[in-house]
């Protein structure tokens, strides 16, 4: 079993930054991949962000590349999203999620990951 919980997010306008958190308990955190999704109303849980189990390899939606970055600390059992110049279509609730068994091809399928945080909201002011 792994518990994410998800800090950090509020409101923010348009070209500024957030970090958000994610603090996981319950086994071993470098033997976890991490990924970060976001969810706006009225439509699907999207792909955001994945992590390593190291560290070494990260992977990241088209919309975020070169604005997010996905990092983690195995000694604090935490893995960071690092967000700048947001933009109103980055509203959304974002959560991180858990793959035990690692990262795969299909690592943008919400499917694949095992265990979810409760989710914390982001807004972006224009």
């Known amino acids: 079993q792994v518990q994410p919980v998800e800090s950090g997010g509020g409101l923010v306008q348009a070209g500024g930054s957030l970090r958000l958190s994610c603090a996981a308990s319950g086994r071993t955190f470098s033997s976890i991949a991490m990924g970060w999704f976001r969810q706006a109303p009225g439509k699907e849980r999207e792909f955001v962000a994945a992590i390593t189990r190291s560290g070494r390899n990260t992977y990241y939606a088209d919309s975020v590349k070169g604005r997010f970055t996905i990092s983690r600390d195995n000694a604090k059992n935490t893995v960071y999203l690092q967000m700048n110049s947001l933009k109103p279509e980055d509203t959304a609730v974002y959560y991180c999620?858990?793959?035990?068994?690692?990262?795969?091809?299909?690592?943008?399928?919400?499917?694949?990951?095992?265990?979810w945080g409760q989710g914390t909201q982001v807004t972006v002011s224009s």
């Open positions: 999620a858990a793959n035990p068994s690692g990262l795969s091809s299909d690592y943008v399928d919400p499917i694949r990951y095992d265990y």
